[in-house]
C-alpha cells in the first residue's frame, strides 16, 4: 500500500513536444506529491509539487495534474527541451510518515 | 551556500571488505535521509535522522548495514561484508526540519562497485 507506481520507464519526445509521465497510488492518507528530476551524475532535485486540495499546478512549462478519486496524478512537460532530459521521479507521502515514497523513475530524452 | 556534499563520489571495493560513506548535509538542517539507487531503479529509502530523535532504520535491507549521526551534522553509513548487490549509488539527503512536506536536497551521491 506504501508503493507509488510510475509509468513509462523510458520516454522519447521530440523538441517541442509534451513529455508526459504518470504515478499511482494505493494509500489514501497520501497528501503530498512532489516531482524530483536528476540529471546523470547530480542527485535528485524538488521540480514541482501538489496538495490533493488541488487538481493542477503549474510552474512555467512544468504542470502536474491530480486525480484524487483515481489515486492518479501526473508531471506533463510543455514545448519539452533537450535540457529537459533527466529522470523523473514521483513522490508521495502523508504527514504521518518520515519520508517521501518514489516511484521507480523515469528516464526522459527530448531529441533535438 | 553550500549543498549536500558526499564522499567518495566513487568506490571500488572487494566483495568481503567493509565500507564507509559520508555525508555532510546543509548546515543548520536537523533532518537528514540516506537512500539507495539501483540500475534503473527508484529511491529505495534506507534510514532517517532527526535532531536526537532515534533514527527510523526501518529502510536498512541487513544488519550489515548501519548509519549514524554526530553532532547532529556529519553523518555515516557503513556496510560491511560487502556483496556484489550492494552495488548501487548511495544517496544523502538533508531537509530543513523533520516533516516530509519539506524539500530534501540531494548530494551528487556516492556510487559503490563491488567486486
Known amino acids: 500500500q506504501q508503493q507509488v507506481k510510475q509509468s513509462p520507464q523510458s520516454l522519447i519526445v521530440q523538441k517541442g513536444g509534451i513529455s508526459i509521465i504518470n504515478c499511482a497510488y494505493e494509500n489514501t492518507a497520501f497528501d503530498y506529491f512532489p516531482w524530483y528530476q536528476q540529471f546523470p551524475g547530480k542527485g535528485p532535485a524538488l521540480l514541482i509539487a501538489?496538495?490533493?486540495?488541488?487538481s493542477e499546478k503549474k510552474e512555467g512549462r512544468f504542470t502536474i495534474s491530480f486525480n484524487k478519486s483515481a489515486k492518479q496524478f501526473s508531471l506533463h512537460i510543455m514545448d519539452s527541451q533537450p535540457g529537459d532530459s533527466a529522470t523523473y521521479f514521483c513522490?508521495?507521502?502523508?504527514?504521518?510518515?518520515?519520508?517521501?515514497?518514489f516511484g521507480s523513475g523515469t528516464q526522459l530524452t527530448v531529441l533535438p | 551556500g553550500a549543498g549536500v556534499s558526499q564522499s567518495p563520489s566513487n568506490k571500488v571495493t572487494e566483495k568481503g571488505k567493509d565500507v564507509e560513506l559520508r555525508c555532510d548535509p546543509i548546515?543548520?538542517?536537523?533532518?537528514l535521509y540516506w537512500y539507495r539507487q539501483s540500475l534503473g531503479q527508484g529511491l529505495e529509502f534506507l534510514i532517517y535522522?532527526?535532531?536526537?530523535?532515534?533514527?527510523?532504520k526501518s529502510g536498512l535491507p541487513s544488519d550489515r548495514f548501519s548509519a549514524e549521526r554526530t553532532g547532529g551534522s556529519v553523518s555515516t553509513l557503513t556496510i560491511q561484508r560487502t556483496q556484489q548487490e550492494d552495488s548501487a549509488v548511495y544517496l544523502c539527503?538533508?531537509?530543513?526540519?523533520?516533516?516530509?512536506?519539506?524539500?530534501?536536497?540531494f548530494g551528487p551521491g556516492t556510487r559503490l562497485t563491488v567486486l
Open positions: 513522490a508521495a507521502c502523508s504527514g504521518s510518515a518520515r519520508q517521501l515514497t
Open positions: 535522522f532527526q535532531g536526537n530523535s532515534a533514527p527510523d
Open positions: 501538489i496538495r490533493p486540495d488541488v
Open positions: 548546515s543548520g538542517h536537523t533532518a
Open positions: 539527503a538533508s531537509s530543513s526540519s523533520g516533516s516530509p512536506y519539506n524539500e530534501q536536497f
